[in-house]
């Protein structure tokens, strides 16, 4: 089966930090990765598409000086979190694109003190 | 506007009961319809998709264009069914995937 790792599952950090969060797919090459947020209780929003070796595509409302997105490679897909503010706590998942299908990460509780 | 609207938030049945799980959705094209399901502690996972046309443990999902619905269904409910179940859409041949809200299903006994 196709395996996505999101590390980390969670993080504490304090306001005006930065968090990086990384999506590996593990036995397949993606060029393709997705990022969403869940609140608690909504949906999954997508926030970006993040393509390997160019720039990520962002969903409107979703500044990108904000949430930095580098995909350098087939296997791995970064959401940095830039000078994070309380508002920004919440649930980031990352999806991997394999042959017309998509596999989830097991997502990052991130929590801005 | 792409959207997806699943109106109950829980859904509570007993063992054996049959269940439906509605979706509706808005889209100006020919989208394409899953249902993904999150059990509990375990990461979201594909259950099907409208194009497959199968039947997955034991659920069963048809695209009514005219109601616009995506409704999914199990004639007998199990207790292992007890899960988040999110209706999504995609562009026809697209993979970025618009969610629902979720429904829980409770499936006591």
């Known amino acids: 089966g196709a395996v996505v790792s999101q590390h980390p599952s969670w993080v504490i950090c304090k306001s005006g930090t930065s968090v990086k969060i990384e999506c590996r797919s593990l036995?397949?090459?993606?060029?393709?990765m997705f990022w969403y947020r869940q609140f608690p209780k909504q949906s999954l929003m997508l926030m970006a598409t993040s393509n390997e070796g160019s720039k990520a595509t962002y969903e409107q409302g979703v500044e990108k000086d904000k949430f930095l997105i580098n995909h350098a490679s087939l296997t791995l897909s970064t959401l940095t979190v830039t000078s994070a503010h309380p508002e920004d706590s919440s649930f980031y998942i990352c999806?991997?694109?394999?042959?017309?299908?998509?596999?989830f990460g097991s997502g990052t509780q991130l929590s801005v003190l | 506007a792409q959207r997806v609207t699943q109106p109950e938030k829980l859904l509570s049945v007993f063992k054996g009961a049959p269940v439906e799980l509605k979706c509706n959705y808005s889209?100006?094209?020919?989208?394409?319809l899953f249902w993904y399901v999150q059990y509990s502690r375990q990461r979201l996972q594909l259950l099907l998709r409208?194009?497959s046309r199968e039947s997955i443990k034991g659920f069963t999902a048809d695209l009514n264009k005219g109601e616009t619905s995506f409704h999914l269904k199990k004639p007998f409910a199990q207790e292992e069914d007890s899960a988040m179940y999110y209706c999504?859409?995609?562009?026809?041949?697209?993979?970025?995937?618009?969610f629902g809200a979720g429904t829980i299903l409770r499936v006591k006994s």
């Open positions: 409208h194009i």
């Open positions: 889209y100006s094209g020919s989208p394409e």
């Open positions: 999504a859409l995609s562009g026809f041949g697209g993979n970025k995937l618009v």
């Open positions: 999806s991997a694109l394999r042959q017309h299908s998509v596999f």
């Open positions: 036995d397949f090459q993606a060029t393709t």
